[in-house]
């Protein structure tokens, strides 16, 4: 069976380019535009790893984070996250947050996902 | 001993009598008088001119003091020697007057900060009991007079009045001058220094022996005359030692304007420019707040930045454009260091000059920042489909390749709207834009943007133009400016916009209003600055329209403005010239 993997990003053309790349690779690509999704999306079943992206229109990547643990989910799941943001603060606070990798826009989709193999071998 | 009556021979300075011989030291004397007199008047004249000037308790107290001192030399000189010797009334309204001027002085000095109780209490019971004793006496004897020993007492409690009060002034004065900048201070010193003098002049002439063409008696006058030069000093000191003593605080103020020029933040014109404005009023500490009363920075001479916040201390608050400067000056500095103050004001001019630089330097800043994060955005999709297709070419299917193609199409658009936008306004910021000044109909105006936007689906625009209406503008920014508000109802607003006109005096008012949600309150004050969008607006719009309306408007000459539609929604007011 494939992996599957959620990707968070409220932008379609980001989206559909990470999905695309995914799929082409052999995962299973569970796609949210928005953080009530992804959360819905989370209760449905536990991915194997999440893309998620920081700035989400109804709320932040944190919180998604936050949300997806107390519901039981995500404990195990690698997170990569997908910000516009570079500043060393936000990337601290990533690794604090327990997040695998940190991936700042504009990104190779190859390497993304070359990263998702890797973690998921290591898991 | 004499009379306490005698005393006004200081100030008065007439010479009854002299030793046979002693010609010279009796014209000196004579001289040494007239200068006195001449002395006390100008001082009286001095204060009463410094509180015309600046008011205040302190300035009426001194204006009191030497008023007082003046009308014991003038009435000492013409009434005690040209009245009714047997009259003691004369002599009695001297001696009152005489034992009021330390008590004044004293009042002076109370007016800076309140002595203590026991002080107080002595000092007022000291001079009632001078004052009374005056007035109870049956006659104060003249010089020379053999006195009674009701007499000898009074003229005990009139020098300790005197003595005590003058050295509380002498004490304050001095001890208060050292948390001072150097004119408040050497005024300060100037004070303390006449009123000893002044003290040592009346006592020793009480005490010394009736002779007043003697020596010492002469020394004794001039000791007084140099006193009332060095009250003057201190309470007016001419332009000139004005200046000199102002050195110090003028280089802390070149200092200051120096280190200005080359801070680059708020933060920074704080840290550089409070020390030297603690420095030029003799502060110990200063701040500097923002229009909401935050604190920006602050500096303390002892480094305790804390210590400035202690309940005895309320700062002297200078306002400026953006907030305000605080300094913690001494209880004496608004009275004595006047013209350091002075100085201050002006360092506070060139405080809000940096200010308002920084502020450009850092909009500028956020500028490049926001604009490079929304160029991050459409980038993004470019270069991952660049390299997806370069990586893949060979095995994407026709639908995959559609729809990386359909992105790369997208976004690329949006880079290029995105960097139109941003060359707008840098054109029109330059005022490089070429407006023309022409009578644009309004109707048609309308038309061409809604052909150039079309309304989304789901949403309609209800026009109410009448064809006649036109405005003063160039044709294309004025449609320029319609597909930006229209874009952003579109976006942001309800299902249906509404678009009018109406004459208001001499200018037409273009209206788009819709019934949306409208803008959140704290963005409506920022609404028009670039990059300003609310938390839901996530990628839609590149953040610059309603700021290039509002530049584009003001070029023409109009103005743009944002207000709440009722009974919801967003209502934005274009006002622009009407063509005649």
């Not at chain 2, 009286?44 to 410094?50: H, N, P, S, T």
């Not at chain 2, 200063?286 to 920075?297: C, P, S, T, Y």
């Not at chain 2, 990628?539 to 709440?564: F, N, T």
Request: proline share 5%.
């Amino acid at each position: 069976m494939k992996p599957t993997i959620l990707v968070v990003e409220d932008e379609p053309d980001i989206l559909m380019l990470v999905g695309l790349t995914l799929e082409r690779a052999g995962f299973e690509a569970l796609r949210a535009v928005s953080g009530s999704e992804a959360i819905e999306k989370l209760r449905e079943a536990e991915p194997a790893l999440v893309i998620l992206d920081l700035r989400l229109p109804d709320m932040d990547g944190w919180m998604v984070l936050e949300e997806g643990r107390r519901m039981g989910r995500l404990r195990n799941s690698p997170v990569i996250i997908l910000s516009a943001h570079a500043s060393p603060s936000t990337i601290a606070t990533a690794e604090e947050r327990g997040a695998a990798r940190y991936f700042t826009k504009p990104f190779r989709p190859s390497e993304l996902v070359e990263e998702v193999r890797e973690l998921l071998r290591a898991g | 001993m004499r009379s306490p009556g005698s005393a006004p021979t200081m100030v008065r300075g007439r010479v009854t009598r002299a030793r046979l011989g002693d010609m010279t030291m009796q014209q000196a004397a004579q001289i040494l008088e007239n200068l006195s007199l001449a002395a006390f008047a100008l001082l009286g004249a001095i204060g009463l001119r410094e509180w015309r000037r600046h008011r205040g308790p302190a300035a009426a107290w001194a204006a009191g003091a030497f008023g007082v001192l003046a009308l014991v030399a003038v009435a000492g000189r013409f009434l005690l020697e040209d009245g009714d010797p047997e009259s003691p009334w004369e002599r009695k309204v001297v001696v009152v007057a005489l034992v009021l001027f330390p008590y004044l002085l004293y009042r002076f000095m109370g007016s800076f900060g309140r002595p203590s109780p026991l002080i107080a209490r002595v000092a007022g019971a000291l001079t009632l009991a001078a004052v009374a004793g005056a007035l109870i006496l049956s006659r104060i004897p003249a010089e020379g007079e053999m006195r009674s020993a009701a007499a000898s007492v009074y003229a005990v409690v009139v020098l300790a009045q005197w003595t005590f009060l003058f050295t509380v002034v002498t004490v304050r004065l001095w001890r208060g001058a050292r948390q001072h900048s150097v004119l408040a201070r050497r005024r300060m010193r100037l004070l303390a220094l006449a009123s000893t003098g002044m003290n040592v002049a009346i006592v020793l002439l009480t005490l010394s022996p009736a002779d007043e063409g003697s020596a010492l008696n002469v020394a004794l006058q001039a000791l007084g005359i140099l006193a009332a030069a060095l009250f003057g000093l201190g309470l007016a000191p001419p332009r000139l030692l004005r200046l000199a003593w102002r050195g110090p605080a003028q280089a802390a103020l070149r200092s200051a304007v120096q280190d200005l020029m080359s801070a680059r933040s708020r933060e920074e014109v704080a840290a550089r420019m409070l020390p030297h404005a603690a420095g030029v009023v003799g502060a110990r500490a200063a701040a500097l707040v923002d229009g909401a009363g935050r604190a920006v920075g602050s500096y303390s001479v002892d480094g305790d930045a804390h210590a400035m916040g202690a309940a005895d201390a309320e700062p002297l608050r200078l306002p400026l454009r953006s907030g305000a400067l605080l300094v913690w000056i001494g209880p004496y500095a608004p009275y004595f260091g006047q013209d350091e103050l002075e100085l201050l004001r002006s360092l506070g001019v060139l405080v809000d000059l940096a200010l308002d630089r920084c502020d450009a330097a850092e909009r500028e800043r956020e500028f490049v920042a926001n604009a490079a994060h929304e160029l991050r955005t459409p980038l993004t999709t470019v270069f991952g489909v660049a390299t997806t297709l370069a990586e893949y070419h060979d095995t994407l299917g026709g639908r995959e390749a559609q729809e990386l193609l359909g992105a790369l199409r997208r976004q690329s658009e949006r880079a290029r709207f995105l960097i139109n936008n941003l060359l707008d306004l840098a054109q029109i910021d330059r005022g490089a834009l070429l407006m023309r000044r022409e009578s644009v109909p309004l109707a048609a105006a309308v038309r061409r943007a809604l052909e150039a936007a079309p309304p989304p689906d789901g949403v309609r625009v209800d026009v109410l133009i009448d064809e006649a209406a036109t405005v003063l503008g160039d044709a294309g920014r004025v449609e320029q400016v319609i597909v930006n508000l229209l874009t952003n109802s579109y976006r942001y607003g309800g299902p249906t916009i509404q678009v009018e006109a109406a004459r208001r005096g001499a200018t037409t008012a273009l209206v788009v209003a819709d019934d949306g949600p409208g803008i959140p309150p704290e963005l409506a004050s920022v609404l028009f600055e670039p990059f300003r969008r609310g938390p839901d607006a996530q990628g839609r719009g590149s953040g610059l329209g309603l700021a290039i309306c509002r530049r584009l408007v003001e070029a023409m000459g109009g103005e743009i403005a944002y207000e709440a539609n009722s009974p919801s929604g967003a209502r934005f007011t274009v006002r622009l010239g009407r063509a005649a």
